[in-house]
């Protein structure tokens, strides 16, 4: 017996040894912690040369020169606050969303603060958020058209109406989408400066929300809850923000409860912006599986459903994100990161229609990319989701502001003949816009980039971006400083030192780009021409080793003392990128990227269109220089080896490139990223000269003697509203009111309308006000423009209108009311339709 028992014991320890053994293995495939958050902004010190000098000009120009922009917004909220004491002789101009573009710069103002502390800024800020708050009535409500009742004097319905009284229109009035941005401005400012004042102003409209919404209010919508989701989605993702400062569960509930109705409640009807996909509500959010309609609002939407999953802990939106993040990752993302290819909707068209010189891609839908796929990878812990985010932001984003922080891109084409205006009736940069969503967009995003580089959790510190910089990260088991050194995204030298606070155990993850890989970013949609992945390598302590690649990171599971090195050398070569063979537009043709970044080529370095060029697909001698003066001094050029067509004749030709992100700072240029390979494809037309007689007839009220009517249809592009080296036509009215009748292709859907009016020449001036009506069935109808539009007469520039929907019709009618006693002029007017109709 004593044998038996002696047996057993020895069988015993043998199973504990070998348990032990297993258990001490498995450390080397280390565990994720069940959530993960970023080291915030604040907390992330940087000390690089790409985003410090960006910093510097969000300080010192972008954010002074768009605050200045958005005084208009201000001075409306003044009146809106002396309205309610009393005063109602000098009343706001109604607008449905003008404030939400001021949050927004307050926002970027709000995160410099804080690495920037400036006295005059802040009390600038402090002064406009005791205008915020006296222009706010005592329920919570804020809405300076309702609350003034100037709303009277705005369309009440349709794509750009207000509704008639407070969130009767909520599917276009974008109430609920200017308070989510204010509280995200008013977070941002209480976490950098400590004050609450504003911070309670957002909780008192919020609470405010909550009972109109889901509970009812005697004072709106009858007492009955309103129960419908906002057309414009934001306030959703700033509602878990809100969660997050506060603690308070209402907001993550109402965020949840937000999300939860859209396409259940209420469902527009119609098309254009009133399709139910316009504003993804023609199906559940849980039940939508492909990215469609507005792509702003998809991607704020998006971004929402990954913020409530990853706080409540819910699954039901997980085959909903995952099949929407896979259709834009395959089949509707240019290779800049930009989303939402189709002009007339600001949004997603069909898989693989990715036009170049035709895409829309607003620098506002590559910000939601990049806030979206942040989300994800909290979400999920997953690499990819970074990789997008990053491809977004060095790109597409980046591209909307100029380096000197005061031009901006709304519309971000792949090419440009450097003449056609694509840029809201601009061929370049603009300084601002009528809807300044955009550049308020940029001088929020920015000083948001220092809170994207680390991540933790538990026993996990994350390496998402690289730039160089220093921080202290919270484990479980104590806090590690850390240090990074890097010329990223130029250089692919990453070093880091550790210092934990004592040696302890932790898994640390670097990012590995899929850019390192056989594609430059992730989905079907882009490959590297070779299929060649680069060879990275890691050394530990000056020690190259081998670690194992998980969901995207390389990971580091081990003792760490302080002083411990990190060095990832990630190769950067030159790559040639080839497109899926479903993207019509890319057929024959490659882009070049090196590192995380797209480069372009602009006909200011070429001396000649870059529509002249191709590029050979076999490069035999491709040069790296660092550009050592002029605007874009430090940045990385390349020079690769084409060929120009010119009067066909081909010739050997090397092409300089640029990044993508730094096109448009030397002057408008032609640009181009897809080049075709073979010179027999290239195809080039002079964008100053167009396609005479476009239109089916033209017909005016008047027209002086000496002008000609066959400049509306010439196709000849003046340079500035007094250029004299084209024709114009001019009215010969005595200041009475004048029409244009052109008449159309009635099979083809109208995209845009551009008007470039003359001044300034033999008595003309610009139109005190003007509209256009459409020819369908033998009846005159009047436009309804698209929802952000108005009627422009800006001078030396086109002034260009969109239909809310798409619009086939047999002519048009331009209705002009002149300056008293003036002309009105006209240099050209270039009508486009839509690539694929019905869009």
């Not at 405010?208 to 934001?234: L, R």
Request: charged share 20%; aromatic share 10%; net charge negative.
């Amino acid at each position: 017996m004593k044998y038996i028992k002696l047996v057993m014991n020895i069988l015993t320890a043998i199973c504990l040894v070998l348990l032990l053994s297993q258990c001490t293995s498995e450390k080397t495939v280390p565990k994720e912690s069940a959530k993960l958050e970023f080291v915030p902004y604040n907390q992330v010190k940087l000390t690089d040369e790409f985003w410090l000098p960006r910093l510097k000009v969000q300080k010192d120009t972008l954010v002074p020169f768009a605050l200045d922009k958005t005084k208009p917004a201000v001075e409306n909220l003044k009146k809106a606050a002396d309205y309610l004491k009393g005063d109602s002789l000098d009343l706001p101009f109604p607008h449905r969303y003008i404030s939400s573009d001021l949050y927004k710069v307050m926002e970027g103002a709000a995160l410099i603060l804080r690495e920037n502390p400036d006295p005059d800024l802040e009390k600038r800020m402090d002064s406009i958020i005791d205008i915020i708050a006296s222009a706010q009535i005592n329920d919570g409500y804020l809405y300076v058209s309702h609350i003034t009742g100037v709303s009277k004097d705005h369309a009440a319905w349709g794509g750009g109406g207000m509704g008639d009284k407070p969130y009767s229109w909520v599917l276009h009035s974008h109430e609920l989408y200017n308070m989510g941005h204010m509280y995200e401005a008013a977070i941002a400012y209480y976490r950098s400066t400590g004050k609450d004042k504003w911070l309670k102003v957002a909780e008192k409209n919020a609470q405010h929300i909550n009972k109109v919404f889901f509970e009812g209010d005697p004072n709106y919508n009858d007492g009955k809850p309103v129960e419908q989701a906002p057309g414009h989605q934001e306030l959703e993702l700033a509602l878990v923000k809100l969660y997050r400062v506060t603690g308070k569960e209402l907001y993550l509930q109402m965020a949840k409860r937000f999300l939860d109705i859209r396409g259940r409640t209420f469902k527009p009807e119609g098309e254009g912006v009133m399709s139910p996909t316009y504003s993804q509500q023609h199906q559940p959010v849980a039940e939508q599986h492909e990215a469609v309609g507005h792509a702003v609002r998809a991607m704020y939407q998006y971004s929402g459903m990954a913020d409530v999953s990853a706080e409540t802990g819910t699954t039901e939106y997980d085959v909903a994100l995952n099949s929407i993040w896979n259709d834009i990752a395959d089949t509707k993302m240019h290779i800049t990161g930009g989303l939402g290819a189709i002009h007339g909707i600001e949004g997603f068209g069909p898989s693989y229609v990715l036009p170049n010189k035709e895409a829309y891609n607003e620098t506002c839908a590559a910000v939601g990319n990049v806030l979206f796929n942040n989300r994800m990878f909290l979400k999920t812990h997953e690499a990819k989701y970074m990789d997008v985010a990053e491809v977004a932001l060095l790109n597409n984003s980046l591209a909307g502001v100029n380096l000197d922080g005061n031009r901006f891109f709304y519309v971000n084409p792949l090419e440009s003949d450097g003449i056609t205006p694509f840029n809201h009736g601009k061929t370049g940069r603009s300084p601002w816009f009528g809807t300044a969503c955009c550049p308020s967009n940029i001088a929020r995003l920015i000083p948001q980039v220092a809170g994207m580089i680390y991540a933790h959790g538990e026993d996990n510190l994350y390496v998402t971006y690289f730039a160089s910089s220093s921080t202290s990260v919270p484990l479980a088991n104590g806090t590690v400083e850390i240090q990074q050194e890097s010329d990223y995204p130029f250089d692919g030298h990453i070093k880091l030192q550790l210092n934990p606070s004592k040696k302890q155990r932790f898994t640390l993850r670097l990012r590995l780009p899929t850019w390192t890989t056989s594609q430059f970013v992730p989905g079907d949609l882009y490959d590297y021409a070779d299929k060649v992945a680069s060879n990275w390598t890691i050394k530990i302590n000056g020690r190259e080793a081998d670690y194992p690649v998980l969901k995207g990171f390389v990971t580091v599971d081990r003792t760490w003392a302080p002083e411990d090195t990190v060095e990832l050398e990630l190769p950067m070569p030159v790559r040639l990128n080839t497109a899926l063979e479903s993207v019509a537009a890319n057929r024959g043709k490659i882009a070049v990227t090196r590192g995380p970044l797209v480069y372009c080529a602009e006909g200011i370095d070429q001396g000649r269109p870059v529509q002249l060029f191709s590029l050979d697909t076999v490069q035999k001698n491709v040069q790296v220089d660092k550009i050592d003066s002029g605007k874009l001094k430090n940045m990385i050029s390349l020079e690769l080896e084409g060929k120009i067509v010119d009067k066909g004749m081909v010739e050997d030709k090397n092409i300089m490139m640029i990044p993508y992100y730094a096109w448009n700072n030397r002057g408008d240029s032609s640009m181009m990223v897809w080049f075709p390979t073979d010179s027999n494809s290239v195809s080039y037309q002079d964008g100053r000269i167009l396609k005479g007689g476009r239109y089916k007839g033209v017909e005016a009220s008047s027209t002086a003697s000496h002008t000609d009517l066959a400049s509306i249809s010439n196709g000849l592009r003046p340079m500035s509203s007094n250029d004299k080296s084209v024709p114009m036509w001019a009215s010969n009215g005595n200041g009475r009111p004048q029409w244009i009748r052109i008449g159309l292709d009635p099979k083809k859907f109208i995209q845009s309308i551009k008007v470039y009016w003359a001044t300034e020449i033999a008595g003309t001036a610009l139109p005190s006000n003007w509209y256009v009506e459409y020819l369908k069935d033998g009846q005159w109808v009047t436009m309804d423009l698209y929802v952000t539009d108005t009627y422009g007469s800006e001078r030396d520039q086109y002034n260009v209108i969109h239909p809310d929907r798409p619009l086939q019709c047999e002519a048009i009618r331009i209705n002009i009311v002149p300056q008293t006693e003036k002309e009105i002029g006209i240099l050209d007017v270039d009508i486009a339709y839509e690539t694929q109709s019905g869009l």
